[in-house]
């Protein structure tokens, strides 16, 4: 799936940073559908209202991208591509953030010699905004598509760039450090962390569907439906999976993960959460094991029905 933006005023966002310090990664799909803009601004970190202590990816009115970075006194170290990123065709972005004194750009499994220049000092506590299509003031509006968006808090390797080039899923490239995913499917959340873009002005699911040539991988997850609504379990703060020793959840903690949304519509009239078995830490289980499960929230402890491992 992907959006698409019209270049006026149309943006993707969250308020909650996938990432806190260096280093990290970001990798994109972006088909351009005009030349000549000023500046198409696929992606950017920073606080809301000022360029100053942020991060971007800026693609010139030739189409020529560069990895970006603007430091608190409003300094910008940035390096371009001599390529040009391509009207009409999916071309994929990946920009590694090192630290201060080193950002490397990959356009279509092409990277540049690393930008060694030092960035100086961007306080990271400052940066509310992750927004894709224009810049934490709201410029540089993309008029574009944009898909298979992902965050990692490492480097990247040239090796993860090409795996995720050649199709792969971001969800199968260095899982370890994996915070961010969002394939753009129409409720724009996050499929491994807890940022749930939000749709700005006209942008919108791209109609017909036009997708990014990324593969859609079988996931393992675990299934668990629990009595109750969606909505009256929503308080869930923790899951931890127990192996049940003498039929009481006194056995070895397996895994736990905290914060994953309920899918809107029940099952059997049961509150339905499906979470990647690599979310909590149980990514050896196999689809014949049934975990037992004990949920914690906050005030109480819900009942689970039943609790397995799917393939999808």
């Known amino acids: 799936m992907s959006y698409i933006l019209d270049g006026t005023g149309d943006y993707l966002v969250t308020t909650t940073k996938p990432v806190t310090a260096y280093p990290f990664s970001v990798s994109l799909w972006l088909k351009r559908l005009s030349e000549g803009v000023a500046s198409h601004i696929p992606f950017s970190m920073g606080k809301g209202g000022t360029v100053n202590g942020s991060f971007s990816c800026n693609i010139d009115n030739s189409g020529n991208p560069s990895i970006r970075a603007t430091n608190d006194a409003g300094t910008v170290v940035s390096k371009a591509s001599s390529t040009e990123v391509v009207v009409n065709q999916w071309d994929h972005l990946v920009l590694v953030y090192t630290s201060a004194t080193s950002r490397t750009l990959y356009l279509n499994n092409v990277g540049l010699s690393p930008d060694t220049d030092d960035a100086g000092t961007i306080t990271w506590s400052n940066i509310n905004t992750f927004r894709l299509g224009v810049n934490p003031v709201v410029g540089g509006d993309t008029?574009?598509?944009?898909?298979?968006?992902?965050?990692?808090?490492?480097?990247?390797?040239?090796?993860?760039?090409?795996?995720?080039?050649?199709?792969d899923n971001p969800l199968t490239v260095a899982t370890s450090s994996l915070v961010a995913y969002w394939p753009l499917t129409a409720d724009l959340s996050d499929s491994k962390g807890s940022n749930t873009l939000s749709a700005i002005s006209n942008a919108q699911l791209a109609s017909p569907a036009d997708d990014p040539p990324v593969d859609s991988p079988t996931l393992k997850y675990l299934k668990i439906l629990m009595n109750g609504s969606a909505a009256s379990t929503s308080g869930v703060q923790g899951i931890v999976f127990q192996v049940p020793t003498g039929g009481n959840l006194t056995g070895t903690k397996i895994g736990e993960f905290t914060n994953k949304t309920f899918e809107a519509s029940l099952e059997n009239n049961k509150a339905v959460l499906k979470v990647l078995t690599s979310d909590f830490g149980g990514g050896t289980l196999t689809v014949s094991d049934t975990p037992v499960a004990l949920v914690k929230t906050s005030t109480k402890t819900s009942t689970i029905v039943s609790c397995t491992v799917i393939e999808e």
Request: hydrophobic share 40%; net charge positive; aromatic share 8%.
């Open 143 to 167: 008029h574009g598509k944009i898909g298979q968006v992902a965050v990692w808090n490492s480097s990247l390797s040239a090796a993860n760039v090409t795996s995720l080039y050649n199709g």
